[in-house]
């Protein structure tokens, strides 16, 4: 979510609003020393205070409103976050295994190298926007790297074969139950497995989803390397769909999205899965 911008706080917080209300503060003590004691005393000190308070009174009313102001703090919070937002993809890649870092900071390496090599053989100074959104594709494949290994890590976690074992002897449990009753309720047993199944199974999928998008996001850097190498003019590399590929990411992250809730179905119902892989007690008898 945005951050929802205070341009009035931003605007108290200005350091030349703040020096000014200093100054005016001196003034005030200094008036206070300077004045004989008694009255003129008192109204040395408030003197300076009141201007104070209507000068700040103008400034609040005045410059957080003007679209100039509102402009310079907008590009100050945008920088503020994009820092942010470096700061923590950092800290995140951080906890990555070895093996998960190289991939990143190999892709981050070539992403260099496609800019310099674009400045080499063309001569320009700056890298066109359109090749620049490399940049919005390496962060996208650190956060799906991150949600892929967080996923997978989960889904080693639970023993798809012991789900299967458990459909297959409560299936057979409905088939010699005694009575209706008790059949009844080996059905919902099998009913509630069978869920589970489908979700793993689902999970799986997006899992094999995430996996297919990381591989074509290095494809899609190798492509780009190669086409700013080879390519006869700077127009060359319009050519590239570079759309395309970013459309694809927002699905996958959309089918991420989706799935959230399974995650939360597969934790609780891991939480049980040592006691439901046990059968019932009159069964073990």
Do not use: C
Not at 8 to 36: D, G, H, Q, R, S
Not at 217 to 240: A, C, K, R, W, Y
């Amino acid at each position: 979510m945005a951050e929802q911008v205070s341009y009035v706080k931003e605007a108290i917080k200005e350091p030349l609003n703040i020096w000014a209300m200093v100054i005016f503060l001196a003034l005030a003590v200094f008036a206070v020393t300077a004045a004989p004691a008694g009255f003129l005393a008192w109204i040395a000190w408030w003197l300076p205070l009141v201007a104070a308070g209507a000068t700040e009174a103008l400034y609040l009313s005045s410059v957080p409103n003007t679209p100039g102001y509102r402009r310079i703090v907008d590009q100050r919070v945008r920088r503020r976050a994009l820092a942010d937002r470096e700061r923590r993809r950092k800290e995140l890649i951080l906890r990555f295994d070895p093996r998960e870092r190289e991939a990143v900071e190999y892709l981050s390496w070539m992403k260099n190298q496609i800019y310099q090599n674009y400045q080499k053989f063309t001569g320009m100074s700056e890298v066109p926007e359109r090749i620049r959104t490399l940049d919005v594709y390496w962060e996208s494949y650190v956060d799906l790297l991150d949600t892929y290994r967080r996923r997978k890590n989960h889904m080693r976690s639970i023993n798809r074969q012991t789900i299967q074992n458990q459909i297959q002897q409560t299936e057979r449990a409905v088939a010699t139950a005694p009575d209706d009753d008790t059949r009844r309720l080996y059905q919902t047993n099998l009913e509630f497995l069978q869920k589970r199944m489908k979700t793993y199974d689902d999970m799986e999928r997006s899992m094999k989803r995430v996996e297919a998008q990381l591989q074509s996001i290095e494809s899609f850097f190798g492509l780009v390397n190669d086409q700013v190498v080879t390519m006869p003019t700077p127009e060359h590399i319009s050519s590239l769909d570079f759309e395309s590929l970013l459309s694809s990411i927002e699905l996958t992250k959309e089918i991420l999205d989706e799935t959230a809730p399974i995650m939360s179905q597969l934790d609780v119902a891991d939480r049980s899965s040592s006691q439901a892989a046990r059968p019932p007690l009159a069964q073990r008898q």
